[in-house]
């Protein structure tokens, strides 16, 4: 019998070398990130060489000055040999009965226009009664849960062959991503995007929106029963979370971009609270 030996578990990174990663990320030289967290520049160069141990504040304020996300801000605690500071629930935990009540609050307050929740891989967590009339027609396993919000929208058996501007849309898709990326460094949602990146291109086809200068923002049209839905986005995220569930969610509002798109949401509206009605 031949032994099969496991390779050992790497070591984790000691809490400097994290530091200068999320510095570098930022584009911060030592001198800037110094400036901003009111150290000096030679105490911070001893903490990401290993020569002196930051205090947990001193973890904590650099951080904040990176705007390093909550998950990762454990991490750095505990490379430093600090307890974690942040919680991770789910989010149907009784403590964040408030939490979820604001957002189906929101949810539905939106109607009758589209909204939705995501996580920080854009998972589907909630959404309202106007979202299903998009997705009407999707084949089964695209919408099996979970749900990725991202691959059901540029998937070629999605919603991508009903955007109108399929090209300019994901080419918006791809730079939030990117953006997302370089914020976070998660491997997660770059795995994503080169899966999404492998999706047949669209022709670099941009039909000017009705009534909407996309200089101001990139609109969303799709194609429906009711003539082509233009809509512009807006992404609400919680202020001030001290939990890592709460600080990777994201409400993502779609609203009308022209009367006419308005119209037909009024009238889809009207029809699916006679329904509920009913």
């Known amino acids: ?25 930022r584009r911060l030289s030592q001198l800037d990130l110094a400036g901003d967290a009111d150290v000096s520049t030679r105490h911070l160069s001893y ?25 990762e801000r454990n991490r750095l605690l505990t490379a430093a ?40 891989h854009w998972t589907l967590v909630s959404h309202n ?21 991202l691959r059901l929208s540029l998937h070629p058996q999605g919603i991508a062959p009903r955007i109108v501007n399929l090209a300019q849309w994901r080419s918006h898709l791809f730079a939030r991503l990117r953006q997302q990326i370089d914020i976070s460094g998660d491997p997660v949602l770059a795995a994503l995007l080169e899966e999404l990146s492998a999706y047949p291109a669209p022709a670099e086809t941009h039909p000017a929106p009705r009534a909407l200068d996309t200089a101001v923002a990139v609109p969303l049209q799709i194609a429906s029963a009711s003539g082509t839905l233009s809509f512009i986005s807006t992404t609400t995220v919680f202020g001030t979370p001290v939990d890592i569930t709460l600080s ?28 509920v009605a009913a």
């Open 1 to 25: 019998m031949t032994a099969i030996l496991s390779r050992p578990a790497s070591p984790p990174a000691p809490v400097g070398e994290l530091l200068r990663h999320w510095r570098q990320r």
């Open 47 to 71: 903490v990401e060489t290993g020569r002196s141990v930051p205090s947990r504040e001193m973890v904590l304020r650099l951080a904040e000055r990176l705007d390093v996300p909550l998950r």
């Open 81 to 120: 040999g600090y307890a974690p500071m942040f919680g991770e629930r789910r989010l149907d935990d009784p403590a964040f009965a408030a939490a979820r009540q604001a957002i189906e609050l929101v949810l539905r307050g939106h109607e009758p226009y589209p909204a939705l929740a995501v996580d920080r």
């Open 129 to 149: 009664r106007m979202l299903p009339l998009l997705l009407d027609g999707l084949p089964a396993a695209l919408m099996q849960p979970p749900v990725n919000v």
């Open 248 to 275: 990777e969610l994201a409400l993502e509002t779609f609203f009308p971009a022209d009367e006419a798109t308005a119209q037909a949401l009024r009238r889809l509206g009207d029809a699916v609270a006679a329904g």
